[in-house]
């Protein structure tokens, strides 16, 4: 029986935690007190009005923030030791709201930056190309032009960023993420700047990876139609509050979120 029991509760646990985390800058609270839970193979869609605490909670998890209070755990350990340039060896993965790639780079150079977040290596033996580090760059290269490949990305490899139209360049930034080989990928507004159909490609797309690729998702959207159409979960905030919590469906018609983004008649 207590055999039963402890292998329901490995089964339960949850991926990643978010365990009571505050942040304030100054005087502002930014995140007062947020907890939940990600289940691996899910994807959660995080929401919120215009500063409700969405992107100060994402930047917790890149490391880019360090929270003033609680914890947050992958696979039962916590992150916050670590510095953001170690985040994606651990299994953390994220774009941006506003697309941070290199822009005088090609497509296939920027999807490597990606792929190299998670080698180790060192200045003597890349310099001396050792058998290690060509067999560690083949290995590179493959999973490189998979990913473009898999994302409809190889006809632009060798295009510079730059150039590219702002809904391609958000595909890169998502093939370099994907090419770290993350356990979580934290997708920040991912339909920002995309039309109507481009959207509803992106959420076959979103589903299709954490499918395909055994990725468990977080996405932060305002689009609303595309986070109740593919979330499992929805986490909404306001104020730097947790308001509200479950099924797409639950959140969608709680009183608390309606009254947040559309107000009501005391106001």
């Known amino acids: 029986m207590m055999q039963a029991q402890l292998a329901q509760g490995q089964a339960t646990a949850p991926l990643l935690a978010v365990c009571d985390v505050s942040v304030v800058f100054g005087g502002i609270i930014a995140l007062n007190g947020v907890s939940f839970d990600m289940h691996k193979g899910k994807i959660l869609g995080l929401i919120g ?95 490189v032009h998979e990913i473009l490949d898999y994302l409809h990305l190889e006809d632009v490899a060798h295009t510079i960023v730059a150039g590219l139209p702002f809904g391609t360049q958000k595909r890169v930034e998502l093939a370099r993420a994907l090419a770290a080989q993350p356990k979580i990928l934290l997708l920040d507004e991912p339909a920002g700047g995309l039309n109507h159909e481009e959207v509803h490609v992106l959420g076959d797309l979103i589903r299709r990876i954490r499918d395909d690729r055994d990725v468990t998702v977080l996405l932060v959207e305002h689009h609303m139609g595309l986070v109740m159409s593919i979330a499992d979960h929805v986490v909404a905030l306001n104020f730097g509050k947790k308001l509200a919590e479950g099924t797409p469906a639950a959140v969608q018609s709680d009183p608390d979120v309606i009254k947040a983004y559309l107000g009501s008649k005391d106001q």
Do not use: M, W
């Open 49 to 143: 009005p215009n500063g409700a605490g969405k992107t100060t909670l994402f930047n917790c998890l890149s490391r880019l923030y360090q929270p003033s209070k609680g914890d947050i755990l992958l696979e039962g350990e916590s992150i916050l030791t670590r510095p953001a340039h170690k985040i994606a060896e651990i299994g953390i993965g994220r774009t941006f709201q506003n697309v941070a790639l290199f822009p005088n780079l090609s497509v296939l150079d920027n999807v490597r930056v990606g792929a190299h977040s998670r080698t180790s290596g060192d200045i003597i033996s890349d310099c001396l190309k050792l058998k290690k580090v060509r067999r560690t760059e083949a290995e590179i290269n493959e999973r």
